[in-house]
């Protein structure tokens, strides 16, 4: 069972950069395809981008396509959000999730094994 911890809490102007990051513990981490959602208060929590369990493949929600990207170090069993050209849209907690390698691409948050605890984006205008 892997555990995931995410780091990189924000608070930062419409325009700016940020990233966050998400460490495995506990588990073989190129077993799992990650993923990273958010949830915005009073709203339901959403996908916002999948990478394989190589690296090689990414797949983003078009509201962050062109300005997140998605990547990890499978040495360091940890994986990376670069978010540039934040918007006060994105304001949300975000959480990293991790589901079994050849499943990804999945955008249902339901069908993720193991879940980071989240950490807040805020983004002001």
């Known amino acids: 069972q892997v555990q995931l911890v995410e780091s990189g809490v924000g608070l930062v102007q419409a325009g700016g950069s940020l990233r966050l990051s998400c460490a495995a513990f506990?588990?073989?981490?190129?077993?799992?395809?990650m993923g990273w959602f958010r949830q915005a208060p009073g709203k339901e929590r959403e996908f916002v981008a999948a990478?394989?369990?190589?690296?090689?493949?990414?797949t983003y929600a078009d509201s962050v396509k062109g300005r997140f990207t998605f990547s990890r170090d499978n040495a360091k069993s940890t994986a990376y959000l670069q978010m540039h050209t934040l918007k006060p849209e994105d304001t949300a907690v975000y959480y990293c999730?991790?589901?079994?390698?050849?499943?990804?691409?999945?955008?249902?948050?339901?069908?993720?094994?193991?879940w980071g605890q989240g950490t807040q984006v805020t983004v002001s205008s």
């Open positions: 999730a991790a589901i079994i390698s050849n499943l990804y691409g999945v955008v249902t948050a339901s069908a993720y094994d193991y």
């Open positions: 990478i394989s369990w190589s690296g090689g493949s990414t």
């Open positions: 506990r588990g073989t981490f190129t077993n799992y395809a």
